[in-house]
């Protein structure tokens, strides 16, 4: 793995934080929550909207990510193409990284 797979992999890592505390402190009252694109790159700041469900079936696999569409990269395996938000797979080093840092485990 780069320097620059490493430092993608611990953006997407920081994005995902951030919305464990979205979700911790979320009102959902079974309509969409704002999460924030964990895609890797470290300026952005757009945000797509999912249900609680969808975002607990991405979070049960610490190697996943919920990216807006568009934002995946040629290193991110697309698992589910959903309306108006991706999941992505981390493989290789990167899903290391992922593993490691997953606040969940």
């Given at each position: 793995m780069n320097l620059w797979e490493e430092?993608?992999?611990r953006n997407e890592a920081?994005?995902?934080?951030?919305?464990e505390q979205v979700e911790?402190?979320?009102d959902d009252a079974g309509g969409t929550i704002g999460f924030v694109?964990?895609?890797s790159d470290e300026a952005c700041a757009e945000r797509l909207y999912v249900g609680l469900r969808i975002y607990?079936?991405?979070r049960a696999h610490p190697r996943r990510f919920l990216v807006v569409?568009?934002?995946e990269t040629d290193v991110d395996r697309v698992v589910d193409p959903g309306e108006g938000y991706v999941v992505v797979e981390k493989e290789g080093g990167a899903g290391r990284i992922?593993?490691?840092t997953d606040p969940r485990t």
């Open positions: 430092r993608a992999a920081l994005f995902r934080e951030v919305n911790s402190i979320s694109c964990e895609c607990e079936a991405v569409p568009g934002h992922s593993e490691e």
